[in-house]
């Protein structure tokens, strides 16, 4: 995307524009290989979907939750090793917007991935964001491969099923999760067939 990647760039300001989001998200993940070049991809199709979807002043928090949703992954950043959790967190901590707090904390299904966890409790100190907004966030990662390439929601969700053990937290959540998740993505199609894009 042209950017220079140094990983050295301050992580603390507050994250209230895209292009602190994106400030932060590099500084945080431009060293972690294929979650940063996910992130990437995350970023252009949520900037694309808010567009087609006119999504206005909403789009931008859209934008925003789009290139930090994964920032729980960072290193420095890991609490509880439930990345929505973890980042939101991170994120409240900074005065990020709440409703991009909130995106980052129930993006793609978070809920059953917490309960699997245990951490059902932690998720529930972030309010569930307007269902609209998060399915746009939700259909961005979900159309994104982990090397930032465009897929269908199918092949993104057999992809994660295929990386992790049956036995996992994150398995059990997606093969509980998917016809939820499914729904999410029929639903933003529909907008998009229904705005002309």
Known sequence: MGWVHDCRVSASLSVGSVQAAQTVAESLLCCTGRRWRHVQGVAAAADRLATKLGLGAEGEAVRVAAWLHDIGYAPSLVATGFHPVDGARFLRAQGTPELVVSLVAHHSGAAFEAEQRGLSDELAEFVAPPAAL???VT????????????VTVAQRLSEILARYAEDSAVHRAVVESS?????AADRVEERLALSGA
């Open 179 to 183: 016809p939820l998740l499914l729904a």
């Open 134 to 136: 998060l399915d746009v």
């Open 139 to 150: 259909y961005a990662d979900l159309t994104t491969s982990p090397d930032g390439a465009a």
